[in-house]
């Protein structure tokens, strides 16, 4: 295992088109995180998975967003009827249970709403 | 909640030169402190991290960090940079002893020129 990998790389969509972006963490890591960061600005968090349960969500995280982690495995973010301001860069990131929290990220996924 | 803030957006050295990137943090609690590094169009690659014990963090690439309770600061440092270093250097925080979200600063351009 190499590291946490993240599908697509990029994606270019038109307002009001559904996308959904997948997450493959670490294998040993029981914890997920999604980020999304916007040009010259550090990550935001989104939110949170432990296994399969949605822990924590940040009030970013719209209606319009839904993340999941059916399995505890790989995860996916769903961004419905996507408007402009949803361009930005999504990042995931994955960590060992323990209270340190180094968090391993992704290369992300670029998201470009024309 | 905590917040990280880095005063510097860009910071222009030469190669072989000395650096120091700033960042304080705020927070009513005790917090985990990180340093991670992100080349273009790439993920988040941490350089070091403050978890409790010495308040000198040495890290990959030759950088290494020192925590300040009293300044509230955990400021970068490198004695001698590459040109390979340019990149954007992000502070975060997160609660120590959880496996909450990290905050991030927004973010240190390091330009080193030849």
């Known amino acids: 295992d190499t590291g946490v990998s993240q599908d697509p790389r990029h994606k270019i969509t038109k307002r009001g088109q559904n996308v959904t972006f997948r997450c493959d963490p670490i294998?040993?890591?029981?914890?997920l995180y999604w980020y999304r960061q916007t040009l010259g600005q550090g990550p935001e968090f989104l939110t949170y998975?432990?296994?399969?349960?949605?822990?924590?969500k940040s009030r970013l995280l719209s209606d319009r967003f839904s993340a999941e982690r059916p399995k505890g495995s790989f995860s996916t973010l769903e961004i419905q009827r996507t408007e402009q301001g949803d361009s930005a860069m999504y990042l995931c990131?994955?960590?060992?249970?323990?209270?340190?929290?180094?968090?391993?990220f992704g290369p992300g996924t670029r998201l470009t709403v024309l | 909640a905590q917040s990280v803030t880095q005063l510097d957006s860009q910071v222009p050295v030469f190669e072989e030169a000395p650096v120091e990137l700033r960042c304080n943090y705020s927070s009513s609690v005790s917090v985990y402190l990180f340093w991670y590094v992100q080349y273009p169009n790439q993920g988040l690659q941490l350089l070091l991290k403050y978890l409790s014990g010495s308040t000198l963090v040495k890290g990959i690439n030759g950088f290494e960090a020192e925590f300040n309770k009293s300044q509230t600061s955990f400021h970068l440092r490198k004695p001698s940079v590459h040109i390979s270093d340019t990149a954007e250097y992000f502070c975060?925080?997160?609660?120590?002893?959880?496996?909450?979200?990290?905050?991030f600063g927004t973010g240190t351009r390091l330009q080193v020129m030849l």
């Open positions: 975060a925080v997160t609660l120590a002893g959880t496996a909450s979200k990290l905050t």
């Open positions: 294998s040993e890591h029981n914890r």
């Open positions: 998975f432990q296994n399969e349960a949605q822990l924590e």
């Open positions: 990131a994955s960590s060992e249970t323990g209270n340190y929290n180094e968090q391993f």
